[in-house]
T-cell receptor
């Protein structure tokens, strides 16, 4: 069975500091993709970063980086230099080659950035 | 870039009535679209897979007669909540993968803006 686990219901971080949001996954499909989305209170799903199972290097997108440890089946999101606007829900998600593009989501982490 | 548009963003309806939510792919043809539901403070849960020209595939526990899905064209999928009840109040959001893309390859799965449904 495919599963995404996010064990941090809520996280606090001081403005301008870095924060790591944890995500572990489980799948038997050797080909998969891991996503992180940001969901503000408006509800929209904002794509942040993607890591493919065969990618050799960790993905980076601006202040976002993904710490991909394949053997541990973890794909933690690192946000550097946190900003007040980063306060939101963050979801880790996975899709596999066997799916048609549907995403399996974790329960999410609510990040609060303190001034 | 590819965009998925969802309408309406907000809808309030009376208990017992039906409400339709539209999901459109604006600059690509979406043979497959997905409908998710998100209850307050919970994660997104897949409700059904919408396939152009064929019947939708529903996840276990989702009533197909209550949540009617129509994917009559390559750019439009609709979700109709029939005989809505207050417990159907939720956030509904659609997504569409870009056809031909490597599954999960980067930003190739697009979400609509979502629809907040309140049944009173």
């Amino acid at each position: 069975a495919q599963k995404i686990t996010q064990t941090q219901p809520g996280m606090f971080v001081q403005e301008k500091e870095a924060v790591t949001l944890d995500c572990t996954y489980d799948t038997s499909d050797p080909s998969y993709g891991l996503f992180w989305y940001k969901q503000p209170s408006s509800g929209e799903m904002i794509f942040l970063i993607y890591q493919g199972s065969y990618d050799q290097q960790n993905a980076t997108e601006g202040r976002y980086s993904l710490n991909f440890q394949k053997a541990r089946k973890s794909a933690n999101l690192v946000i550097s230099a946190s900003q007040l606007g980063d306060s939101a829900m963050y979801f880790c998600a996975m899709t596999t080659r066997g799916s048609q593009g549907n995403l399996i989501f974790g329960k999410g982490t609510k990040l609060s950035v303190k001034p | 870039g590819a965009v998925v548009s969802q309408h309406p963003s907000w809808v309030i309806c009376k208990s017992g009535t039906s409400v339709k939510i539209e999901c459109r792919s604006l600059d690509f043809q979406a043979t497959t679209m997905f409908w998710y539901r998100q209850f307050p403070k919970q994660s997104l849960m897949l409700m059904a897979t919408s396939n152009e020209g064929s019947k939708a595939t529903y996840e276990q526990g989702v009533e197909k007669d209550k949540f009617l899905i129509n994917h009559a064209s390559l750019t439009l999928s609709t979700l109709t909540v029939t005989s809505a009840h207050p417990e159907d109040s939720s956030f509904y959001i659609c997504s569409a993968p870009v056809p031909g893309s490597v599954p999960g390859s980067g930003n190739t799965i697009y979400f609509g803006e979502g629809s907040w449904l309140t049944v009173v």
